[in-house]
């Protein structure tokens, strides 16, 4: 029964985590919807290459200025990180697992196993399946371009 008991209290206590979780979003979406129907101008603040060792400082500025931005993360990073950028309420996305280009720009095929990869990573340390993806060069790099545009 005390087993049972911890049981009860730690799925409690996750159910209650989850809670701020949904009230944090549910005031940012507000503070959002707020700014959008105002003149006000919005920045939308996109971070790529990381984690990095600057991860942790972008936090804390973004935290003491009450922003958020989006991180577009690889595999080659401090990805303990990924989880703090989570939690923090950012926004994770993907970038490249290896972010060589070379490799990762080889064929289509290599391309989605390269992303597969990272989106894999990102959802073992984060539990976020993210949808949102960057191409590492950019999506009018010469060999992007190429490699999509020929089939």
């Not at 049981?7 to 503070?31: I, P």
């Not at 006000?40 to 009450?66: Q, V, W």
Request: aromatic residues 10%; contains cysteine; negative net charge.
């Amino acid at each position: 029964l005390e087993q049972k008991e911890k049981a009860v209290v730690e799925l409690q206590t996750q159910v209650d985590e989850k809670q701020r979780e949904v009230d944090n979003w549910k005031v940012k979406y507000e503070n959002l919807s707020a700014s959008l129907n105002s003149d006000a101008k919005i920045a939308y603040l996109t971070f790529d290459d990381g984690p990095s060792d600057n991860t942790l400082k972008i936090l804390d500025i973004l935290k003491e200025n009450d922003a958020c931005g989006t991180f577009f993360v690889t595999g080659k990073g401090k990805s303990d990180y990924m989880k703090n950028i989570v939690d923090s309420g950012n926004a994770i996305a993907l970038h490249t697992y290896t972010h060589t280009y070379k490799q990762i720009y080889a064929n289509k095929e290599a391309y989605f196993d390269d992303l597969q990869k990272i989106s894999d990573l990102v959802y073992e340390k984060t539990g976020v399946k993210s949808n949102l993806i960057r191409f590492p060069g950019g999506s009018s790099n010469t060999i992007f371009t190429l490699l999509f545009s020929i089939g």
